[in-house]
């Protein structure tokens, strides 16, 4: 093709299938705005270029694809940096493309002159700057093959300005198929086969690489056919549905500490499963690639590679042991005694509201379907606990690098890529200060989203530690009662403060049937604490 630097970027992405991208206007980044428009490909722009990239990072996460964000160059790309390494830690295929001040001028101080790839390197799987005109739809291409390969990460690509507008003659590769991982070693399939074999009561944690590979099908065929317990965490929650007899999230403690094996599949041995040590349980790891296989730990047995056809494997592999059946009837029960005793809180009508209440009333009016959205700390760690997954790819919270401000973000990337389902943002009134601004851009979008404030008036993950550590806290207060609603209706769209849980069902009914974005304000109690405990270090 023929065509400036814009509009060969926006062709590469055409041909990838990316329908939207999310940006804030700069004039080194026009020209991808220009290949867009002729192209159909939506630009959603944003008012801080971090909503921008988490958005990018939330579209990739929904659609198992790419996600796109462009910021200008300088303060534009450096406002990406939190999204980057938030797609960097989970494992999101973002694409951030970067304006730059212009080749023919640099040194010479121009303006927002910023060498952007030493910033982005030690985040992106890719980051480059493409200098030669006939050379800006090979590079893009590369980047995003490169951020779809298992194990997926973000990219950077940026182009001088003078580059950006010059017009040449380009090679466009074809999209081609996805990347898919390797085939699993047999070896190691027949290790994890026999420490599977030999266990009594075994457990299998299935993580977010689950549902990024398009592995909830095999997950499912492994843990029936095997009858063997799932804990689903992440994104892979609603791979397993709630509701299906093996699964045990609820039970998750008592599995850990019981087990005899541990599977887990598509997650990291990170901080949220003790850095994959569970007492004298063996560990089998499964990843997508050996990049992302635990060092720290020992597992018994390893397998890195395509996890659709590395759990079919393992499935073929074990002979079904009659133990498994009763082990999973129990945790099942154990689940089942968990949620019974859930409804004191999720029903508690106290005054101030106790937060689970918020959660209890949530549930009355989810659809199962309904894409739920987590930014924030101590108020949506009750929606971990108590918001059940039906459908896989529903449920998006900030991941292992733990952003505040995801929020706004992925809510939009929620209505652009599912039109037709109900979308529920959970935020703290800590996270609403980070992004609060961009509900101005859900209104001029045209994007309906119902969000949800918990409303306690302090830094709850904070405050209350702090507290216990030294007797008293700093820097942990908010404005108390403050009416965010009053902000979202100033921005154009609507919504009310709830003070009564008996309130709290029909306002999120009065949401969902506005058709603009709503925001349900409810004041609820800091005195409450999310009871946890974790060793970060």
Not at 98 to 104: V, W
Request: hydrophobic residues 40%; contains cysteine.
């Amino acid at each position: 093709m023929e065509g400036n630097g814009g509009q060969q970027i926006a062709e590469v992405l055409k041909r990838h299938g990316v329908t939207a991208i999310y940006s804030l206007s700069g004039a080194q980044i026009w020209p991808i705005y220009d290949g867009c428009v002729a192209r159909d490909i939506r630009i959603v722009d944003v008012r801080h270029e971090a909503t921008a990239g988490f958005a990018a990072e939330g579209h990739a996460k929904l659609t198992r694809s790419i996600g796109v964000a462009a910021g200008t160059a300088g303060p534009g790309v450096t406002n990406l940096v939190s999204a980057v390494a938030s797609a960097a830690a989970a494992g999101s295929s973002l694409v951030a493309l970067g304006g730059r001040a212009p080749q023919g001028r640099w040194g010479s101080g121009s303006l927002q002159e910023l060498d952007h790839v030493p910033i982005l390197d030690s985040l992106c799987k890719v980051a480059r700057t493409v200098f030669d005109p006939a050379e800006v739809a090979a590079g893009t291409h590369d980047a995003v093959v490169a951020a779809l390969t298992p194990h997926r990460g973000p990219v950077f690509v940026d182009v001088p300005l003078d580059t950006m507008f010059s017009t040449a003659e380009a090679r466009v590769p074809e999209a081609g198929e996805r990347p898919r991982g390797s085939d699993p070693d047999p070896e190691s399939v027949g290790a994890a086969a026999a420490v599977l074999a030999e266990a009594r009561r075994p457990v299998v944690v299935a993580g977010s690489d689950v549902w990024w590979e398009g592995a909830w099908e095999p997950l499912r065929r492994l843990v029936e056919h095997l009858r063997l317990p799932v804990v689903c965490n992440g994104l892979a929650r609603g791979c397993i549905p709630a509701g299906h007899e093996l699964a045990v999230s609820r039970a998750r403690s008592v599995a850990l500490k019981e087990a005899d094996a541990v599977m887990v599949v598509g997650t990291p041995l990170d901080f949220r499963l003790g850095f994959g040590r569970f007492g004298d349980s063996r560990v089998i790891h499964v990843q997508d690639d050996p990049s992302v296989l635990g060092t720290h730990a020992t597992p018994a047995a390893s397998v890195a590679g395509d996890l659709p056809g590395a759990l079919d494997a393992i499935a073929s592999a074990v002979t079904p042991q009659p133990q498994w059946s009763d082990w999973a009837a129990r945790l099942r029960e154990h689940e089942l005694s968990r949620r019974e005793a859930e409804g004191a809180d999720l029903l508690n009508d106290s005054s101030p509201i106790h937060p689970a209440r918020v959660y209890g009333a949530l549930r009355e009016v989810l659809d199962p379907d309904a894409v739920v959205i987590c930014d924030g700390g101590d108020f949506v760690s009750y929606a971990g606990k108590y918001v059940d997954s039906y459908t896989p790819g529903c449920w998006l919270d900030p991941g292992p690098f733990g952003c505040l401000g995801t929020g706004l973000g992925y809510a939009m990337a929620a209505r652009v890529v599912h039109p037709g389902r109900q979308v529920v943002l959970l935020l703290g009134d800590g996270a609403f200060g980070f992004s609060g601004m961009d509900f101005d851009t859900l209104v001029r979008h045209d994007l309906p989203v119902v969000a949800v404030v918990g409303n306690n008036g302090i830094w709850g993950l904070e405050k209350h530690p702090m507290r216990g550590l030294y007797g008293w806290d700093v820097a942990a207060d908010l404005r108390q009662e403050t009416r965010y609603d009053d902000v979202v209706t100033a921005l154009g769209g609507a919504g009310e403060t709830v003070s009564e849980p008996s309130g709290i069902a029909d306002a999120l009914k009065r949401g969902f049937d506005s058709g603009v974005p709503y925001l349900v304000n409810v004041l609820i109690d800091p005195s409450v604490a999310y009871p946890r405990s974790s060793n970060l270090a």
